[in-house]
């Protein structure tokens, strides 16, 4: 199966296409049922509706598995947009602090690229809650891809 981000045109392009509605978004994007929302230059923000029914641990919250997925995709593509044509990336490192449970809410995941170098960069997150409250804050560290390494992603 290839990616809707496979096959040229830039990447920031392509998510300002699935926002629009042009593209189908990621099989996790559904399977979690969250949703981009915004894309620009280094920045990106996903939302979603977190659902005791649907996303809770054993102990009635949010799993923070979840919590990781949103944040991992906001970074992801905020990450993404900083590329060239033909460019892809990987994630080498993501940390997540969880600063308080969630039961059902309204989530909102700003990312934004902090530091972008010819091969690695440093992206980081908030997750507010629908009382603008910071539930967690996440970090990544990202390697651009290209050429051969690039292939297929």
């Known amino acids: ?5 496979a096959g040229g045109g830039s ?6 296409r699935m926002i629009a509605g042009e ?22 923000r996903f939302e979603m509706d977190a659902l005791p029914e649907r996303h809770a641990n054993p102990m009635g919250t949010l799993h923070g598995g979840v919590l990781c997925d949103l944040a991992d995709g906001a970074m992801g593509m905020a990450f993404a947009s900083t590329l060239a044509e033909g460019e892809s990336f990987t994630t080498l490192e993501l940390k997540i602090n969880y600063l308080k449970p969630v039961w059902r809410s309204h989530l909102i995941a700003n990312a934004r690229v902090v530091k972008r170098g010819r091969e690695v960069g ?7 809650d629908d009382s603008g409250s910071l539930v967690a804050r996440t970090t990544s ?3 651009v891809l290209r050429g051969e390494k690039a292939a297929g992603r």
Do not use: R, W
């Open 11 to 16: 990447l920031l392009d392509l998510a300002q």
């Open 141 to 143: 560290t990202c390697m």
């Open 122 to 128: 440093l992206v980081e997150c908030d997750v507010l």
């Open 1 to 5: 199966m290839t990616t809707p981000f």
């Open 23 to 44: 593209i189908e978004p990621p099989p996790i994007a559904k399977t979690l049922g969250f949703t981009m929302t915004a894309i620009g230059p280094g920045n990106s």
